[in-house]
């Protein structure tokens, strides 16, 4: 499988064909540097930031992965661990 990795963002989702993004709501963690409509009250993403302060593209990247305050932030995806894992070995493969 192959996957665009300039599309993924610091969680490990792809705001490409994203609702909020096609109805002009949110213009996208990469695209507004993790200034989202999801986090406007917090000043950011947290894992955008964390991602960044980390030099990883993405969590599943880096070397404190998985870490205990990504699986609290990320209350959306109970799989996340599994999912930036496997995110992780495709880009890997694929570089």
Known sequence: MKVD?????ACGE?????RKKEDGICKGC?????HCEEWTQSQGCP????????????????????????????TW???????LTELAGLYRRQK
């Open 5 to 9: 990795f300039t599309t993924i963002t």
């Open 47 to 74: 894992i955008y930031k964390c991602a960044k302060e980390h030099n990883v593209q993405f969590c599943g990247l880096c070397k404190d992965f998985p870490c205990e305050w990504l699986i609290q932030k990320v």
């Open 77 to 83: 995806r109970p799989r996340v661990v599994d999912e």
């Open 14 to 18: 792809c705001c490409v064909s994203c």
């Open 30 to 34: 990469i695209e507004s540097d993790g």
